[in-house]
């Protein structure tokens, strides 16, 4: 019988009161039931997301780790954690848990595993991509109506996309004219 796996210390990337982030250990437990421990390799910059925590962390004071997209490989896995398993290729998403560290404990719900073929560093956008279509979905959104996207980031242009393969007519708004060429190119 293998024993359960000891905690393990690992740098994070955290809002400390400061505008700008620090890097700090921390340490990740063994996982729990229905929790996956990560060897993290990339994490996704949401220069908006982080921005905004940073500004409320250094207005607050509050300290807390940053991020919410990862992607990596299974190290340990905790009891109830169906179709994962130690070397699993996977992604993660959860504000407070898919955190910008080399280790992440994280519940499996919010992982999915990465198809044979990608590259890790393509798979954690997919994050961002689940975003997008979830959007899409709530909106309730049928063929033939239109849509206004302000701001044509990362997530903007990937709701315009998605909201384009719906059948809508898309119209995409943002003050930066290189991501208005950047949007006008991907259709």
């Known amino acids: 019988m293998t024993p359960p796996p ?36 990339w994490t996704m ?42 070397g699993d290729r996977v992604i993660a998403m959860g504000w407070g848990e898919a955190v910008h560290a080399d280790v992440i404990t994280v519940p499996h719900l919010l992982c999915r595993p990465v198809p044979a073929g990608t590259d890790l560093a393509d798979a954690v956008v997919a994050n961002l991509a689940a975003t997008a279509v979830h959007a899409v979905d709530r909106a309730g959104l049928a063929p033939q109506d239109e849509v206004a996207v302000v701001g044509a980031g990362m997530v903007g242009l990937l709701v315009a996309q998605t909201a384009a393969a719906h059948g809508c007519r898309v119209f995409v708004r943002d003050l930066r004219q290189d991501r208005l060429a950047t949007a006008e190119a991907l259709g």
């Not at 000891?6 to 929790?35: D, Q």
């Open 6 to 41: 000891a905690a393990l210390t690992t740098r994070e990337l955290v809002a400390a009161g400061g505008a700008l982030p620090v890097v700090r250990e921390a340490v990740r437990p063994a996982p729990g039931p229905g929790e996956l421990r990560l060897h993290t390799r």
């Open 45 to 86: 910059i949401s220069p908006g997301t982080e921005l905004h925590y940073l500004d409320r962390s250094a207005r607050t004071g509050e300290h807390f780790p940053l991020g919410y997209c990862a992607a990596g490989t299974v190290e340990s896995t905790g009891p109830g954690t169906p179709g994962f398993a130690p």
